[in-house]
Every structure is written in structure tokens, then in C-alpha cells.
T-cell receptor, first 114, second 116 residues
């Protein structure tokens, strides 16, 4: 069975500071890993994903995540956050074989303060 | 290109009633997945429909059922509503099954159901 644990429910940070949102997963099979972002009153949007290849993946708005198989982690980082990054972030695991089933973590609220 | 649209956006029902939620897929997408997001929780997979057939199901009882139509729009039906069914219901579409598995899911804004 697959599961995802997001270690922080809320992460307050000041604007322009670095941030890390932590995600650990468990799976007995090869996995695909994702980070989704949910802005207030909106649906989820894919932020970045790891399917194979390079373990460091990047998004277009400056976020990056590194797949660490030995530590079963997929932490999300950004070197300098903006007010507009305030949102709920969800880590998810998939790859269970064309069932469309993604397993989501409970989410981390990133609160960027001026 | 239109995105995923869901209706209604909000609704209130009482325990024991039945509800139907609707979803229009993103143009060209033939796969629809439904998720339940309780307050303060991550989304939980309910089921997926591909070409009008249920393709996978999460840990939800049979009173949660669905349909997918030839135009790939979809419905989620919940019978005998319980208080714990109060949640945001999210629909997500993808281009083919592989798109869903590789995270290329496009989510709607959801239907918020309150059961009193």
C-alpha cells in the first residue's frame, strides 16, 4: 500500500526567505511523486512531478523538489518566497498502474508574511 | 480551451437525502477522476471513469456511484447522505489513462457539500 506524510501542517515564513515543505512516502512499488498547489477557492494545480530520470525537478515559478529514494522523501523547496506563494500544498504519490489513483498527503499551509 | 467545470459550487442537504454532482471535462479529455476532500485533509480518491466504464475505485461504499457520458462529462451520485459526507468534491480530467497516472490531472474548483 502507498501512503504520504506531510510533516508540517502549517509553515509561516517571511517574504523573500527560503522555505522547505517536507514530504515522506511509503510504497512497495516504483512511484511517481507530485506536488500540487491549491490557492483559496480554487482547484488543485500540478506544481511539479518526478516520474523518472533526474531526481531534482523544478517548476516554472522557482520551486524545486528532490526525489530521495533512500530516505523516501520528496521535499519541496524555494530559495525566496513571495506573498503570492501563500497557498495549500499537497504532496501525492501515484503510479499504481493506470487507475488514476493518487494518494495525497494532508497538506501544508504555506503562510508568507510581509 | 475550456477547463474542468463543476456544478453546483455549493449545496446543502440533509441526512438521508441523495445528491448528484456534475463535471464537464477539459476539452479532449476522456478520463475523469473524482476525489473527496474533507476539511483540513488531502483529497481522497473515490473512483475513475474511462470511456464510460469505472476503471478504479477507492475505499468508498457502494452508495457512492458515478456515470460517464459519451461526451466524457461525468456525474457523482451519493445516496443516503451521512454527516461525514460533508466535504469538497473534486473532479479531475486527464487525456487518456496514462495522463491520470503521471499526474497530468486537471482539477475543477469543486462542489462543496454540506450535510445537516
Amino acid at each position: 500500500a502507498q501512503s504520504v506524510t506531510q510533516l508540517d501542517s502549517q509553515v509561516p515564513v517571511f517574504e523573500e526567505a527560503p522555505v522547505e515543505l517536507r514530504c515522506n512516502y511509503s510504497s512497495s512499488v516504483s512511484v511517481y511523486l507530485f506536488w500540487y498547489v491549491q490557492y483559496p477557492n480554487q482547484g488543485l494545480q500540478l506544481l511539479l512531478k518526478y516520474l523518472s530520470g533526474s531526481t531534482l525537478v523544478e517548476s516554472i515559478n522557482g520551486f524545486e523538489a528532490e526525489f530521495n529514494k533512500s530516505q523516501t522523501s520528496f521535499h519541496l523547496r524555494k530559495p525566496s518566497v513571495h506573498i503570492s506563494d501563500t497557498a495549500e500544498y499537497f504532496c501525492a504519490v501515484g503510479g499504481s498502474g493506470n487507475t488514476g489513483k493518487l494518494i495525497f498527503g494532508q497538506g501544508t499551509t504555506l503562510q508568507v508574511k510581509p | 480551451e475550456t477547463g474542468v467545470t463543476q456544478s453546483p459550487t455549493h449545496l446543502i442537504k440533509t441526512r438521508g437525502q441523495q445528491v448528484t454532482l456534475r463535471c464537464s471535462s477539459q476539452s479532449g479529455h476522456n478520463t475523469v477522476s473524482w476525489y473527496q476532500q474533507a476539511l483540513g485533509q488531502g483529497p481522497q480518491f473515490i473512483f475513475q471513469y474511462y470511456r464510460e466504464e469505472e476503471n478504479g475505485r477507492g475505499n468508498f461504499p457502494p452508495r457512492f456511484s458515478g456515470l460517464q457520458f459519451p461526451n466524457y462529462s461525468s456525474e457523482l451520485n451519493v445516496n443516503a447522505l451521512e454527516l461525514d459526507d460533508s466535504a469538497l468534491y473534486l473532479c479531475a480530467s486527464s487525456l487518456e489513462l496514462a495522463g491520470a497516472d503521471t499526474g497530468e490531472l486537471f482539477f475543477g474548483e469543486g462542489s462543496r457539500l454540506t450535510v445537516l
